[in-house]
C-alpha cells in the first residue's frame, strides 16, 4: 500500500534554534518527493523537490534528503523563524499517469520566541 | 501571475443542506485537482480533470458529491446533502498538464463547518 509516515506529529521549538523533520514512504513506483509548508488558512506551498537519483535540495534555510535505499527523507530548518511556524507535509509522486500525489499528514512546527 | 482562486474561504451550514465550492486554475494550466483535508491530516484526491475531462475520481463520494468543469477552465465542487463527516478544507489545485513532474499549485482553501 502506499503510504507516507510523518514524525514527529508536532514539535515545539525556540526561535533561533534548528530541528529535523522525518518522513518514510512506501510509494512505488517511485518519482519525486515533495516537501511542502503549509500556513494556517492557505494552500500547500512547495519548498523542495528531489528525483530519485538526488540526496539534497536546499531552498534558503531549508534543507530537504532523500536516502531512496531506506525509503527516508528529512527537511532541516536552520536558525528558525518566528514564520517557519507552520505544518510541513511530505509528499511523494507516483509515477504513473496522472501525476498522483501520497501525501504525508505533517508536523506541525510551533516555533516560539 | 495570479494564483488558484478559491471561493467562498468559509462555508458553515447545517447537516443536510446543500454547499457549493468554485475553484478558478491559474490561467493556462490543463489540470485542476480537488481535495479534501480534515484536521490534523494530508490531503485527499476527490477529483482530477485533464481539461474538461475527469482523469480521476475513484475517491469521490459520488451518492453526495459531484463537480464539474464544463468549459476547461473553472470548476465547481457540490455537495448534496451535507454530513458532518464533510467538515474539512476543500482545496483546489492545479498544474501545466500530466504527465510528468509539473507541480500542483494550491489554493487557499475553502473551510467547511457542517453542524
Known amino acids: 500500500k502506499n503510504q507516507v509516515e510523518q514524525s514527529p506529529q508536532s514539535l515545539i521549538i525556540l526561535e533561533g534554534k534548528n530541528c529535523t523533520l522525518q518522513?518514510?514512504?512506501?510509494?512505488?513506483?517511485?518519482?519525486?518527493l515533495r516537501w511542502y509548508k503549509q500556513d494556517t488558512g492557505r494552500g500547500p506551498v512547495s519548498l523542495t523537490i528531489m528525483t530519485f537519483s538526488e540526496n539534497t535540495k536546499s531552498n534558503g534555510r531549508y534543507t530537504a534528503t532523500l536516502d531512496a535505499d531506506t525509503k527516508q527523507s528529512s527537511l532541516h530548518i536552520t536558525a528558525s523563524q518566528l514564520s517557519d511556524s507552520a505544518s510541513y507535509i511530505c509528499v511523494v509522486t507516483l509515477m504513473e499517469y496522472g501525476n498522483k500525489l501520497v501525501f504525508g499528514a505533517g508536523t506541525i512546527l510551533r516555533v516560539k520566541s | 501571475e495570479a494564483g488558484v482562486a478559491q471561493s467562498p474561504r468559509y462555508k458553515i451550514i447545517e447537516k443536510r443542506q446543500s454547499v457549493a465550492f468554485w475553484c478558478n486554475p491559474i490561467?493556462?494550466?490543463?489540470?485542476l485537482y480537488w481535495y479534501q483535508q480534515i484536521l490534523g491530516q494530508g490531503p485527499k484526491l476527490l477529483i482530477q480533470?485533464?481539461?474538461?475531462?475527469?482523469?480521476?475520481d475513484s475517491q469521490l463520494p459520488k451518492d453526495r458529491f459531484s463537480a464539474e468543469r464544463l468549459k476547461g477552465v473553472d470548476s465547481t465542487l457540490k455537495i448534496q446533502p451535507a454530513k458532518l463527516e464533510d467538515s474539512a478544507v476543500y482545496l483546489c489545485?492545479?498544474?501545466?498538464?500530466?504527465?510528468?513532474?509539473?507541480?500542483?499549485?494550491f489554493g487557499p482553501g475553502t473551510r467547511l463547518t457542517v453542524t
Open positions: 489545485a492545479s498544474s501545466l498538464r500530466v504527465p510528468g513532474n509539473n507541480e500542483q499549485y
Open positions: 518522513c518514510n514512504y512506501t510509494v512505488s513506483p517511485f518519482s519525486n
Open positions: 490561467s493556462g494550466h490543463a489540470t
Open positions: 480533470f485533464q481539461n474538461n475531462g475527469v482523469v480521476d
